[in-house]
């Protein structure tokens, strides 16, 4: 089976502090997402890769960057965290043009 | 912007009904349409996809598509408790994006 690890389940952080949230599959996939969920608004795509050193903005990438150097990692990064951006983080991968994402278990990320 | 729409909930089911989940979607350029079940504190994990119009049975699960009116529905019969959880309806209009609405609900009462 595929396996997407997130690095951190629970994280507090301060406001203004840099925030990094690792992701890594061991299946060789070429995509990469980074997704928030929140309550009553779903899941929504901040950022995927298609592969390695490449991205693509998703719907809400502002405050966020990310940072491909090898195929089985794709880091989500926060400049500057705001309290706004306190939310459940998911990760996934899937084969390029495959039809299943397998989703990591989650970052929660608090700001205060 | 790309919306999936999704009644929150909860629905409530005895055990061993049938559970119907709906969906709609705006973007009538929509090729691939997907249902995911969420446990509480856990991620998502796909259950079914559906690509053409019509009905795709999968054991207890069939996901009906309707392009024409843009909705997506799942239905889960001989509901178990077990089935609690949230189901996320999500979908694509180039393999590339997966839009996914917010979830809806599902309890299911011994």
């Known amino acids: 089976d595929v396996k997407v690890t997130q690095s951190s389940r629970y994280l507090v952080k301060r406001t203004g502090e840099k925030v990094f949230l690792e992701c890594v599959q061991d299946m060789d996939h070429e995509n990469m997402f980074w997704y928030r969920q929140d309550p009553g608004l779903g899941l929504r795509l901040i950022y995927f890769?298609?592969?390695?050193?490449?991205?693509e903005k998703g719907d809400i990438p502002e405050g966020y960057s990310v940072s491909r150097e090898k195929k089985e990692r794709f880091s989500l990064i926060l400049e500057s965290a705001s309290t706004n951006q306190t939310s459940m983080y998911l990760c996934?991968?899937?084969?390029?043009?495959?039809?299943?994402?397998?989703f990591g278990a989650g970052s929660r990320l608090t700001v205060l | 912007q790309k919306e999936v729409e999704q009644n929150s909930g909860p629905l409530s089911v005895p055990e061993g009904a049938i559970a119907s989940l709906n969906c709609t979607y705006s973007?009538?350029?929509?090729?691939?349409f997907f249902w995911y079940r969420q446990y509480s504190g856990k991620s998502p994990e796909l259950i079914m996809f559906?690509?053409?119009?019509g009905d795709k049975e999968d054991g207890r699960f069939t996901a009906q598509l309707n392009k024409a009116s843009q909705y997506v529905s799942l239905l889960i019969r001989d509901s178990q408790p077990s089935d609690s959880a949230t189901y996320l309806c999500?979908?694509?209009?180039?393999?590339?994006?997966?839009?996914f609405g917010s979830g809806t609900k599902l309890n299911v009462k011994p």
């Open positions: 890769s298609y592969d390695v050193k490449m991205k």
């Open positions: 559906i690509y053409s119009n």
């Open positions: 999500a979908v694509s209009y180039n393999f590339n994006k997966f839009y």
């Open positions: 973007d009538r350029g929509s090729q691939s």
């Open positions: 996934a991968s899937r084969v390029a043009g495959a039809n299943v994402l397998t």
